[in-house]
């Protein structure tokens, strides 16, 4: 298969992605039954970012050629893709980019996500019968030429035990922050309060730590947060909050919340989800040197770097933990 064939195929699963199919729209509501994190507007959100972002053609195009990718492999490789399955569908960039490149995928899906993904490969085969020569499924992944996994701090041990010795892009847990100064308007407060709540806050792209000066007034970020209050419907969610708010009473730890999200001191990027840490600042350019330093930031949101609201809207560059997937699978 050759570049353009490969291109016009997943600008074609773009625009499919978009249409409300009856069968798509059903594994949409299966992934949903089986995996009550996955809430029907979150798969919507992955969806739509996907086909918008990636497979626009034009920037497929735009970007096959920024790397001058090969018309046809000549030397395809075996890629084993681990995927993890924190939100829907959140491996397709890999999986994107193993594509376009040329090698043949092995497919390692996690057991949260692999409805969604496993239809889709399956729909490029029927649409082209090529595709079950370059894409397969597999539950153990060996014998491969490199290897990209996407996993915990933990399992990113064992991934690196067994695949260290071959070509590799191993990914470890990784979250994001944003840094307030006290003069964002109330629309950015509301494309914040996406950047934290979309996909319950579960995805590496999701704020989970917020940097403000020392004067700083929570009072309109917690209204901004009000928007997800339907969240309390779910029960995954609510225990959460209900869990995570009873350590805080219990340790007579200071707390803020809306009974949507709690809001508590705390100098770790990392939260649980229901709550969101804050820490205050002196100094606003020391924090970004400190952050962009910082091996566990995925995302920096705020005014000079990501704008609000685009942290859970990646473009087909902005390649997970800064390693340019790419330009790896291009050098095997």
Request: proline share 4%.
């Amino acid at each position: 298969m050759i570049l353009q064939e490969r291109i016009d195929l997943m600008a074609r699963l773009g625009q499919y992605m978009l249409l409300e199919e009856p069968e798509w729209l059903g594994i949409r509501e299966r992934a949903f039954r089986e995996n009550q994190w996955f809430a029907p507007e979150f798969i919507t959100q992955s969806i739509e970012n996907i086909a918008h972002q990636f497979l626009n053609p034009t920037f497929l195009q735009e970007w096959a050629m920024a790397y001058t990718v090969p018309d046809i492999q000549e030397t395809p490789k075996n890629v084993g893709l681990v995927m993890a399955g924190n939100i829907p569908l959140v491996g397709f960039h890999d999986f994107l980019c193993v594509f376009i490149s040329g090698h043949r995928l092995i497919i390692k899906a996690s057991s949260k996500d692999e409805l969604l993904i496993k239809y889709l490969v399956a729909k490029l085969e029927e649409w082209d019968t090529q595709v079950s020569g370059l894409v397969s499924f597999a539950e153990r992944l060996k014998g491969c030429d490199a290897y990209i996994a996407t996993g915990s701090n933990n399992s990113s041990r064992y991934f690196d035990y067994y695949f260290g010795k071959y070509p590799h892009i191993i990914r470890r847990n990784r979250t994001s922050v944003a840094i307030l100064d006290n003069t964002e308007t109330a629309a950015e407060l509301d494309a914040l309060s996406n950047d934290i709540q979309l996909y319950f806050g579960l995805g590496c792209r999701n704020i989970t730590q917020i940097f403000v000066p020392k004067d700083y007034d929570f009072i309109p970020l917690l209204d901004a947060l009000r928007k997800y209050e339907h969240f309390m419907d779910f029960h995954k969610y609510k225990h959460n909050f209900d869990y995570h708010l009873a350590l805080l009473i219990m340790g007579n730890r200071y707390y803020m919340n809306n009974d949507t999200v709690i809001l508590t001191e705390n100098s770790s990027p990392f939260s649980p989800v229901s709550q969101v840490h804050y820490a205050f600042y002196d100094d606003k350019i020391s924090v970004i040197q400190n952050l962009q330093n910082n091996p566990d930031v995925q995302c920096i949101v705020g005014n000079g770097d990501i704008p609000f609201g685009m942290a859970q809207r990646p473009s087909l560059r902005d390649y997970a933990d800064g390693m340019d997937t790419m330009e790896f699978l291009l050098g095997l």
